[in-house]
C-alpha cells in the first residue's frame, strides 16, 4: 500500500548517506507548505582527515535581516574516526522561505509570512566537511507535515 502524502498527512520519513564530505549534502529538501521536524540525526566518522570538523546547517531565510538563502549553522560535528555522534534534539524548519520583508519579525504580519511560505525558494537541510578526506556516513529520521 502506498503512503498517503496529500493535504493534511504527517508522515516519518528516513534517509541515508554514505561518505558525505566537502561536497554539500542536502539531507531534507523542502517542499512549500510542508513542516519538516527533525527527530534525531545519526552521524558516523568513517574517516578524518586532521581535525576536519563537519557542519549540519539550514539554507533558510534570515529573519533577522530579511535576507534570502543563507547558511543558518546548527551544529559543528567532530568526531574522530569510527565514532558516532547522535543528535537527539529536535527542531522544525519550513519547507519554504516566507515573502520577503524587512527584519526583524516585529509583527504579527510578518510572523504569519513565515509561517504562509509564500515565496519561490525552498529551504533544506544539509551536512558538508572541511575536506574531502574527512567522511561521515549519516541516518536522518524527521516527521514531514503536508499543510498544502
Wanted: hydrophobic share 35%; charged share 15%; glycine share 6%.
Amino acid at each position: 500500500m502506498a503512503i498517503s502524502r496529500g493535504a493534511g498527512t504527517e508522515i516519518i520519513r528516513s534517509a541515508h548517506f554514505e561518505d558525505v564530505n566537502n561536497t554539500a549534502e542536502t539531507l531534507i529538501l523542502g517542499k512549500q507548505h510542508h513542516i519538516y521536524t527533525v527527530l534525531n540525526i545519526i552521524f558516523y566518522c568513517t574517516a578524518q582527515n586532521g581535525t576536519e570538523p563537519g557542519y549540519l546547517s539550514l539554507s533558510a531565510y534570515d529573519s533577522n535581516a530579511g535576507t534570502t538563502a543563507q547558511n543558518i549553522y546548527i551544529a559543528k560535528i567532530s568526531n574522530s574516526s569510527n565514532t558516532t555522534f547522535v543528535w537527539n534534539d529536535k527542531f522544525s524548519f519550513n519547507g519554504f522561505e516566507p515573502t520577503d520583508f524587512a527584519g526583524p519579525v516585529d509583527s504579527d504580519a510578518k510572523q504569519d509570512a513565515i509561517a504562509d511560505q509564500g515565496s519561490s525558494v525552498p529551504q533544506y537541510l544539509r551536512f558538508q566537511t572541511d575536506g574531502a578526506s574527512t567522511l561521515y556516513d549519516i541516518t536522518v529520521t524527521y516527521i514531514d507535515q503536508n499543510n498544502a
